[in-house]
């Protein structure tokens, strides 16, 4: 009730429009009018709470109308109002005071406000300058990386191209060297057989045309330097362009049967057959030696029986023998009822060896095991000595 009655003006303040005055003054005037509506508030309580106790120590209404007031003295009134005055004026002064260092503050932060807008425009500024920055950078990274790219790319397109290039130049070139191989292996191979033929025909020596006919041709090959019979072969031509090469009979021979080749092949039939001949050489000339040769005064018995193709025979003086190559068999006919047959090893006489295979008498075969030449490892004109000379053959 007694807020109602008051004057609205003195209980609100009244907030001054900034725009028409500082922020400084504005919060001045407002304190001001805070501290005085305060005071006037505490003032209007304190009449209220004095009101109220002695309302509150009445017993009734009549005692209200009937109660005189006090008359307080006018020097304790005075005394009264001028310590409220001393107090109102301690107040103000401490009022003053607090709005000036307000004030201050107020600057302050007002200075502080200015410098923080200052700071913050000029961060932004900065962040506006680093984010351009960064953006043409990171275009300028991206340009980089593409051009790159493009660049690699290329560069591993050439080097795919020159790969596969450098491969097809290496498969030629691997083609052409396998090639230019088979040749030199080709020419190698032709050296060394045209090298083998002219150290064949070297050792040859001589060689003679017997008989010539339209079909036939007899060749009498004789190696030089070897003690050797001339080899005799018959050359017959057989048609499609084939030819037939024996040896003839009355020679140590190196073939028992005919050789049937192409007619390009009669060189190296030649040559082969030559080889044979002369790789049995000191086997050969041993047994055309035994052939020829006397036994100390005894002479080599004739064979009476008759010949085969196979064999050769041995008339006249020295042992007769007949040497059947392709069984490496030596056959000795003592007499006419012994017949000695030695098996001679390949290699004979610098590897190989010559033993005694069997001795037939009258068609039966002998016991061989007693019989051994005083040498280890005999030749095979001991054999025929020791045999030719053996009591118990």
């Known amino acids: ?10 209980l609100f303040c009244e907030v001054p429009d900034p725009q028409e005055t500082g922020e400084a003054e504005m919060m001045g005037s407002y304190l001001m009018a805070c501290r005085q509506k305060q005071k006037l508030m505490c003032q209007q309580l304190c009449m209220l709470d004095s009101l109220m106790e002695f309302l509150g120590g009445l017993n009734s209404k009549t005692d209200f109308l009937n109660d005189h007031c ?9 005394e009264k109002w001028k310590a409220l005055k001393r107090e109102y004026e301690g107040d103000l002064v401490e009022v003053e005071q607090l709005i000036g260092s307000l004030q201050q503050r107020s600057e302050q932060l007002q200075d502080r406000r200015d410098t923080l807008e200052t700071l913050v425009r000029l961060l932004q500024q900065k962040k506006e300058e680093c984010q351009a920055v960064a953006r043409t950078r990171k275009k300028r990274n991206q340009m980089a990386m593409t051009q790159m790219s493009l660049r690699r790319d290329d560069s591993l397109q050439a080097s795919q191209h020159a790969l596969r290039s450098c491969e097809r130049q290496l498969t030629q070139l691997r083609q052409q060297s396998d090639a230019l191989q088979s040749v030199l292996d080709q020419r190698t191979h032709l050296r060394d057989q045209l090298w083998s033929c002219v150290q064949v025909w070297q050792g040859l020596g001589q060689y003679r045309v017997q008989r010539v006919s339209a079909s036939e041709v007899c060749v009498e090959l004789r190696p030089q330097g070897r003690q050797l019979e001339p080899l005799q072969l018959r050359v017959t031509s057989k048609p499609p362009r084939h030819f037939h090469l024996q040896v003839l009979q009355g020679n140590a021979g190196v073939l028992e049967e005919t050789i049937n080749w192409p007619m390009e092949q009669l060189s190296a039939a030649l040559l082969a057959v030559m080889q044979s001949y002369i ?46 190559p392709a069984q490496r068999l030596l056959v000795f006919l003592k007499t006419a009822s012994v017949v000695c047959h030695l098996v001679v090893e390949e290699g004979y006489p610098s590897q190989g060896t010559a033993t005694l295979q069997a001795v037939r008498k009258d068609g039966r075969d002998l016991n061989i095991a007693a019989l051994q030449p005083p040498s280890q490892h005999p030749s095979l004109t001991e054999w025929l000595e020791f045999l030719s000379c053996c009591p118990g053959v």
Not at 70 to 78: C, I, M, Q, V
Request: proline share 9%; hydrophobic share 30%; with cysteine.
């Open 1 to 10: 009730m007694l807020l109602e009655r008051s004057d609205p003006s003195k």
């Open 279 to 324: 790789s049995q050489g000191p086997m050969l000339a041993e047994i055309q030696a035994l052939r020829s040769s006397l036994n100390s005064g005894r002479h080599g018995t004739p064979c009476s029986r008759p010949s085969t193709p196979k064999e050769t025979k041995i008339a006249g003086l020295g042992f007769a023998i007949d040497w059947r």
């Open 70 to 78: 006090p008359k307080a003295s006018e020097g304790e009134a005075r």
